[in-house]
C-alpha cells in the first residue's frame, strides 16, 4: 500500500501548479492533505479513480485536511473529539481493515511562539493520548505535517534556530514523547545521513540551496515495522513550501 502525505499551502493555489497531475502519476492508494485551505465547493477537482474526503477548518481559507483515496475506508471520521482543537479542521482518520491511517497539521507555534504554550501543554499531548487510544483497537499510521524538526540533522541551520517555531526545546520533546510511546519516524529507518528535508522557505534562492527543514513525516506502530517497505521524500515535487513524503507498507 503507497502512502503520500503532503501540505500543500493551499490546494487551489496548487492545482494551478501541478496538483492534479501529480495525484494522477503518483499510484498511490492514500494520499494525505494538510492546509488545504478550502472547503469542496471551492475546488473544482476531480481524478478518475480518487475520492476526497474533507475536514475544512471553520474559519474560511485556512488549515484543513483531506484524503484522496482509491480504496474505501471502513469508516472516516473527523477531529479528535476535542472542540477546542477540532475547529481548525487539523485532524482526519480513516479506518482500514488493518490499521487506522491518521491526517495531521500540528498548529505551528508562531514567530513570538505566541502558541507554544498550547502547542506543548494542550495539543501535543492530547493528540498523542489520541493516537494511542487508536492503537489500542489496531496498529496506527499517522503522517502529516508536524512543525517540528526533530533532531539537528532535520534542519540545515540548526545553531541559528535552537529557540525559533518548530526547533524549541519544547516541541523536539513533543516528539521524543511519540518515539519513546512506540511510534516509529520510518524515513529514518532507511536514512541516517542529513540533507534530507521536506520544507523551504519561499525566500529566493533557499529551496535551491537546500537550505530546509524536515517537518512532514510517517510515523508507524511498533506492530507495522515488518511490513515497512520504504520512505522516501519527493524533494524534486513543486506546488507547495513543502514536497510530498511517503511510505509503502506491504
Not at 488545504?36 to 478518475?48: G, I, K, N, S, W
Request: aromatic residues 12%.
Amino acid at each position: 500500500m503507497k502512502l503520500i502525505s503532503w501540505n500543500v499551502n493551499g490546494l487551489r493555489a496548487c492545482l494551478k501548479k501541478g496538483f492534479a497531475e501529480f495525484v494522477a502519476g503518483s499510484d498511490a492508494d492514500v494520499i494525505c492533505l494538510q492546509e488545504v485551505r478550502a472547503l469542496p465547493d471551492q475546488v473544482d477537482f476531480e481524478v478518475p479513480g480518487y475520492t476526497m474526503i474533507w475536514n475544512p477548518a471553520l474559519k474560511r481559507g485556512y488549515s484543513g485536511t483531506a484524503f484522496l483515496t482509491r480504496r474505501t475506508p471502513l469508516a472516516v471520521f473527523p477531529g479528535m473529539g476535542i472542540a477546542e482543537h477540532d475547529t481548525e479542521g487539523r485532524v482526519l482518520t480513516a479506518e482500514f481493515a488493518d490499521f487506522f491511517l491518521v491526517t495531521v497539521y500540528t498548529p505551528n507555534a508562531k514567530r513570538e511562539l505566541t502558541r507554544l504554550d498550547y502547542r506543548e501543554n494542550q495539543w501535543d499531548k492530547d493528540f498523542l493520548k489520541f493516537v494511542r487510544k487508536l492503537e489500542k483497537k489496531k496498529p496506527v499510521v499517522f503522517c502529516g505535517d508536524l512543525n517540528v524538526s526533530h533532531k539537528e540533522i532535520d534542519l540545515a541551520n540548526p545553531k541559528t534556530n535552537r529557540k525559533n517555531a518548530g526547533f524549541t526545546d519544547e516541541e523536539r520533546a513533543g516528539f521524543d514523547r511519540i518515539v519513546k510511546a512506540g511510534f516509529i519516524d520510518t524515513f529514518r529507518e532507511f536514512e541516517t545521513g542529513g540533507g534530507h528535508y521536506s520544507w523551504w522557505s519561499n525566500r529566493p534562492g533557499v529551496r535551491e540551496r537546500n537550505v530546509g527543514w524536515r517537518l512532514d513525516y510517517f510515523l508507524i506502530s511498533a506492530a507495522l515495522r515488518p511490513r515497512l517497505v520504504a520512505a522516501t521524500i519527493l524533494a524534486d515535487v513543486l506546488g507547495s513550501d513543502h514536497c510530498p513524503v511517503v511510505v509503502e507498507i506491504s
